[in-house]
């Protein structure tokens, strides 16, 4: 399984960004989706999640009305659009799969390698 995630970048607090994860090796339509992420010094936590049919979603409290998950199970592709970043944003945004609900860790399957978001003030 592989998972390539891609759109990390430097942007302006205020700005967006678009983050994709690519998904090879699996049956993707029968997995759960999503994004975490790693500031430095921090514990990993989770961003948004959304059902293999892509009927549901979640997000963390910190970033619900700013982000928004997408997925297109035609292209095997999970998406993040982040509007209205703040410098607290900034941390290394991992893709993952697994299941439901999505929220934890411990229903993550598979892991991406993670790409890079920087928030300037």
């Known amino acids: 399984v592989r998972l390539l995630e891609s759109g990390g970048g430097l942007v302006q607090a205020g700005g967006s960004l678009r983050l994709s994860c690519a998904a090879s090796?699996?049956?993707?339509?029968?997995?759960?989706m999503g994004w975490f992420r790693q500031a430095p010094g921090k514990a990993r936590e989770f961003v948004a999640g959304?059902?293999?049919?892509?009927?549901?979603?979640n997000y963390a409290d910190s970033v619900k009305g700013r982000f928004t998950i997408s997925r297109d199970n035609a292209k095997n592709t999970v998406y993040l659009q982040m509007n209205s970043l703040k410098p607290e944003d900034t941390a290394v945004y991992y893709c993952?799969?697994?299941?439901?609900?999505?929220?934890?860790?411990?229903?993550?399957?598979?892991w991406g390698q993670g790409t890079q978001v920087t928030v300037s003030s």
């Open positions: 993952a799969a697994g299941g439901w609900p999505f929220r934890d860790q411990i229903y993550i399957s598979y």
């Open positions: 090796g699996l049956t993707f339509g029968s997995y759960a």
């Open positions: 959304i059902r293999g049919s892509g009927g549901t979603s």
